[in-house]
């Protein structure tokens, strides 16, 4: 079993880059793809990256996902930040050994 | 377009068994590769995993409360239907349904937007 780590919230002002972490406890985070997903107050989630790093179509190229093996963990990062971008976002993976979904904890962007 | 609609109670007292229906459209759970997912979220909380449904009729379960839960499947009727027995006030929060993307193992591409279930006396 594993448990996917990210930071309670995150700010930033608009126009800038901001990055989300998503820190994977035990085994090689490139075992199993990452996705994640934005939340808005009072709405479902929505995919905005699967698989490390893929777009679904309609999100922005302003969004964009990777992972770090040296530190165990996948990102997202946000560029030209909008107000629309405030939400919370979620890291989700998978675990093999439970046959389980895994999400993180959650991070609540505000962009001021 | 898929669609996904969580229906049932909103209020259930402790001890009984939580009973919800997903009534999706745009997709069918007998193609091969179809999955819905249950997914639960505790008022200002984490999301939380709950189980699957495969095309093929498997599940597969949260191991911490895979005693509590069972996922079925009408194709005909394109429902989903959720129990989860001995329910208790910590088990307040959204229940939301939501669709696995074909082709893609493991990320929910769509999801219903959910129905709030209190527990309580």
């Known amino acids: 079993n594993f448990m996917l780590t990210q930071p309670l919230s995150v700010s930033e002002s608009p126009g800038k880059t901001v990055t989300i972490s998503c820190t994977r406890s035990?085994?090689?985070?490139?075992?199993?793809?990452v996705q994640w997903y934005q939340q808005r107050p009072d709405s479902p989630p929505t995919n905005v990256i699967y698989?490390?790093?893929?777009?679904p179509s309609g999100v922005p190229d302003r969004f964009s996902g990777s992972i770090d093996r040296s530190s165990n963990s996948a990102s997202l990062t946000i560029s030209g930040l909008k107000t629309e971008d405030e939400a919370d976002y979620h890291c989700q993976s998978y675990d093999i050994s439970t046959h389980s979904w895994v999400f993180g904890g959650g991070t609540r962007l505000t962009v001021l | 377009q898929i669609t996904l609609r969580e229906s049932g109670p909103t209020l259930v007292k402790p001890t009984q068994t939580l009973t919800l229906t997903c009534t999706f459209s745009g997709f069918s759970l007998s193609a091969n590769g179809e999955a819905v997912g249950w997914i639960r979220q505790p008022p200002e909380k984490a999301l939380e995993w709950l189980g699957v449904i495969y095309w093929d009729d498997s599940e597969r379960y949260s191991p911490s409360l895979e005693n509590r839960l069972t996922i079925t499947k009408d194709t005909s009727k394109n429902h989903v239907v959720f129990t989860m027995t001995s329910m208790s006030p910590v088990d307040t929060g959204t229940y939301f349904c939501?669709?696995?993307?074909?082709?893609?193992?493991?990320?929910?591409?769509?999801w219903g937007l959910g129905t709030l279930v209190t527990v309580s006396s």
């Open positions: 939501a669709h696995r993307k074909v082709g893609v193992t493991h990320c929910f591409d769509s």
């Open positions: 035990s085994g090689n985070i490139a075992a199993n793809y």
């Open positions: 698989e490390d790093d893929q777009r």
